[in-house]
């Protein structure tokens, strides 16, 4: 396994095609030998031939995936990550050859990751527009090996999908991240994070804000002390609670009508008012 990190990590694709070349083909008879032995006993050393014997094919696929921009090794790491998957998965007593169950894994890891490092806000969410991703460009590089146009109403009825949401795809894919502190232009120490407003209030404003408030919550909670317990407990209950208990509700507790809990309740903000400022009454109001 030691041997199969090193490759992974060389900084070339040649070096590591020259690498994985030295890992001999396996027959079905040693295939399925060395993955029953996995599989029943867990034998790694039988796993990590199985790997390497396969890591050419994994290159093979990666390389139907460099129309999109990345760098072939990491695809092909990727790829190795989704053939130890189906190692792991693999049940030799099907009849299948593990390269054949194998493909779903690697491409599917390969997938997500072009899907991953695309963009900062997710390109694809669902399956369905994973999918809509792949097809779009497998779709637009048909056409350009043509040596056609590109028209996107023929290329929607092609793909079988609405055009507004090929549009949208569209927009996802071609329209990049942009770093913004990238300089606006070359040799310049401007950046477009300069150009973005700052929205948010100063700390002063809010430091006066937070004082606003804690001052008038420390005037509530003495006005609230001079009220006698059952005013306090009805402000509390209908004003100053998450959930404001009705009138009902509070007439039943104390065993009167919701006429008397009215009148209670207006008594209490009457005396509330009379003691808090201005403005603290202006919000109990």
Same mark, same amino acid.
Request: charged residues 30%; contains cysteine; proline residues 2%.
């Given at each position: 396994?030691?041997?199969?990190?090193?490759?992974?990590?060389?900084?070339?694709?040649?070096?590591?095609?020259?690498? *994985?070349?030295?890992?001999?083909?396996?027959?079905?008879?040693?295939?399925?030998?060395?993955?029953?032995?996995?599989?029943?006993?867990?034998?790694?050393?039988?796993?990590?031939?199985? %790997?390497?014997?396969?890591?050419?094919?994994?290159?093979? %696929?990666?390389?139907?995936?460099?129309?999109?921009?990345?760098? /072939?090794?990491?695809?092909?790491?990727?790829?190795?990550?989704?053939?130890?998957?189906?190692?792991?998965?693999?049940?030799?007593?099907?009849?299948?050859?593990?390269? /054949?169950? =194998?493909?779903?894994? %690697?491409?599917?890891?390969?997938?997500?990751? #072009?899907?991953?490092?695309?963009?900062?806000?997710?390109?694809?969410? /669902?399956?369905?527009?994973?999918?809509?991703?792949?097809?779009?460009?497998?779709?637009?590089?048909?056409?350009?090996?043509?040596?056609?146009?590109?028209?996107? *109403?023929?290329?929607?009825?092609?793909?079988?999908?609405?055009?507004?949401?090929?549009?949208?795809?569209?927009?996802?894919?071609?329209?990049?991240?942009?770093? #913004?502190? %990238?300089?606006? /232009?070359?040799?310049?120490?401007?950046?477009?994070?300069?150009? #973005?407003?700052?929205?948010?209030?100063?700390?002063?404003? #809010?430091?006066?804000?937070?004082?606003?408030?804690?001052?008038?919550?420390?005037?509530?909670?003495?006005?609230?002390?001079?009220?006698?317990?059952?005013?306090?407990?009805?402000?509390?209950?209908?004003?100053?609670?998450?959930?404001?208990?009705?009138?009902?509700?509070?007439?039943?507790?104390?065993?009167?009508?919701?006429?008397?809990?009215?009148?209670?309740?207006?008594?209490?903000?009457?005396?509330?008012?009379?003691?808090?400022?201005?403005?603290?009454?202006?919000?109990? =109001?």
């Amino acid at each position: 396994m030691n041997d199969l990190k090193a490759v992974v990590t060389s900084d070339t694709l040649e070096y590591y095609m020259a690498q *994985i070349k030295q890992f001999k083909l396996l027959s079905r008879e040693e295939e399925f030998e060395l993955a029953s032995r996995y599989r029943r006993h867990g034998e790694l050393e039988a796993a990590q031939r199985l %790997i390497c014997a396969n890591l050419r094919f994994v290159v093979k %696929i990666a390389h139907e995936y460099r129309g999109y921009g990345m760098k /072939t090794l990491d695809l092909i790491q990727e790829g190795n990550i989704g053939l130890m998957m189906a190692v792991k998965k693999f049940d030799p007593d099907r009849g299948l050859r593990l390269i /054949t169950y =194998a493909v779903w894994w %690697i491409k599917a890891y390969i997938n997500n990751f #072009i899907i991953r490092s695309w963009s900062l806000v997710k390109i694809g969410t /669902t399956q369905a527009q994973k999918k809509l991703f792949f097809k779009l460009n497998q779709v637009r590089r048909a056409f350009r090996q043509r040596g056609d146009e590109y028209p996107k *109403i023929e290329a929607a009825k092609e793909l079988d999908v609405a055009f507004g949401e090929m549009e949208e795809m569209e927009q996802r894919i071609y329209l990049r991240d942009t770093s #913004i502190d %990238i300089p606006l /232009t070359e040799g310049s120490d401007y950046t477009l994070l300069e150009t #973005i407003p700052d929205q948010r209030d100063n700390q002063e404003e #809010i430091f006066l804000h937070q004082e606003r408030k804690e001052n008038l919550a420390a005037e509530i909670h003495g006005a609230l002390s001079q009220l006698n317990e059952r005013e306090r407990a009805i402000i509390e209950a209908r004003i100053l609670s998450d959930r404001p208990s009705t009138l009902q509700d509070l007439a039943n507790h104390y065993q009167l009508s919701r006429e008397r809990i009215r009148q209670l309740e207006n008594n209490a903000l009457r005396k509330l008012k009379n003691i808090l400022e201005p403005q603290a009454a202006s919000l109990l =109001a």
